[in-house]
């Protein structure tokens, strides 16, 4: 490592420890901030940017500070506190978001002195980066959770704020080099919820290969951060959405031979 990357800081805006849900075993995830998309439906607004910035403490009635800089030192020196939890229980460490990969150089980094210190690395991804650093990243990943939006470019655009295009090259790269990767699927009323948005994903997985999907109901669990933040949030009364509301998408897409939980 450089000594200018040694001593390189990525803005992070939390460390949440013993998570069951972000790749197998018992896992400490680090949240980067900063995301190139703008999904409307964003359930961590105060990843978007990445700078740190003020958010309202709901809490403790007082304005506090999100996001804060951190070498990978630091991070590694706060991870590895729990390797005991991670070799017991086939645990690691997870990267998310924000966009990983917004801060591409230092989180390749984090995750090749991770995997040289023994511990299982994971990452979620928009994969929406360039190519050549995509590819140089996803050598240092065990587990990948790989995020798709929509199928359809315009769509994508229209509820994100970019095409898919680069996204779904970097997802058939993903699907040809990586032994453990998982698609995910956010699903949204009225962007990506219809029988038919189901057969076109379904459709999609088949052309690329895409064997293992889980699919994420829509959910709530982020509109209050949108007031903290000041900001206005365009689905406050959108219900969200439960496991079983999505059984109707879970067939179409196992009609297609392709594994599908949802989450």
């Given at each position: 490592m450089t000594t200018q990357l040694a001593t390189k800081q990525a803005c992070i805006f939390n460390i949440q420890k013993f998570s069951l849900h972000d790749g197998p075993g018992i896992r400490t995830v680090v949240f980067f901030k900063g995301c190139p998309l703008r999904c409307y439906w964003c359930a961590n607004p105060e990843s978007q940017s990445g700078k740190p910035e003020k958010m309202w403490d709901n809490q403790k009635k007082a304005m506090t500070t999100v996001g804060e800089y951190k070498t990978i030192k630091e991070i590694i020196d706060e991870v590895i506190k729990d390797a005991p939890f991670y070799e017991e229980s086939?645990?690691?460490v997870t990267l998310s978001g924000g966009e990983v990969?917004?801060?591409a150089e230092f989180?390749?980094?984090l995750l090749r002195q991770l995997k040289e210190k023994g511990i299982h690395t994971a990452s979620e991804t928009t994969g929406s980066v360039k190519t050549d650093i995509f590819k140089k990243f996803i050598e240092q990943v065990d587990v990948l959770f790989f995020d798709i939006k929509h199928y359809d470019a315009e769509k994508h655009r229209a509820g994100i704020g970019s095409s898919n295009k680069l996204i779904l090259k970097n997802l058939a790269i993903a699907i040809q080099s990586q032994e453990e990767l998982?698609?995910?699927v956010p699903i949204i009323p009225n962007f990506n919820d219809s029988e038919y948005d189901a057969k076109q994903f379904a459709k999609l997985f088949n052309e690329?290969?895409?064997q293992k999907i889980?699919?994420?109901p829509f959910h709530q669990f982020g509109?209050?951060?949108y007031e903290y933040l000041g900001r206005k949030y365009k689905l406050q009364d959108i219900p969200q959405l439960h496991t079983e509301d999505l059984d109707y998408f879970k067939e179409?897409?196992?009609a297609h031979d392709i594994s599908c939980q949802v989450q």
């Amino acid at each position: 490592m450089t000594t200018q990357l040694a001593t390189k800081q990525a803005c992070i805006f939390n460390i949440q420890k013993f998570s069951l849900h972000d790749g197998p075993g018992i896992r400490t995830v680090v949240f980067f901030k900063g995301c190139p998309l703008r999904c409307y439906w964003c359930a961590n607004p105060e990843s978007q940017s990445g700078k740190p910035e003020k958010m309202w403490d709901n809490q403790k009635k007082a304005m506090t500070t999100v996001g804060e800089y951190k070498t990978i030192k630091e991070i590694i020196d706060e991870v590895i506190k729990d390797a005991p939890f991670y070799e017991e229980s086939g645990g690691g460490v997870t990267l998310s978001g924000g966009e990983v990969l917004y801060q591409a150089e230092f989180a390749t980094e984090l995750l090749r002195q991770l995997k040289e210190k023994g511990i299982h690395t994971a990452s979620e991804t928009t994969g929406s980066v360039k190519t050549d650093i995509f590819k140089k990243f996803i050598e240092q990943v065990d587990v990948l959770f790989f995020d798709i939006k929509h199928y359809d470019a315009e769509k994508h655009r229209a509820g994100i704020g970019s095409s898919n295009k680069l996204i779904l090259k970097n997802l058939a790269i993903a699907i040809q080099s990586q032994e453990e990767l998982i698609v995910r699927v956010p699903i949204i009323p009225n962007f990506n919820d219809s029988e038919y948005d189901a057969k076109q994903f379904a459709k999609l997985f088949n052309e690329l290969g895409v064997q293992k999907i889980e699919l994420l109901p829509f959910h709530q669990f982020g509109a209050k951060k949108y007031e903290y933040l000041g900001r206005k949030y365009k689905l406050q009364d959108i219900p969200q959405l439960h496991t079983e509301d999505l059984d109707y998408f879970k067939e179409i897409i196992e009609a297609h031979d392709i594994s599908c939980q949802v989450q």
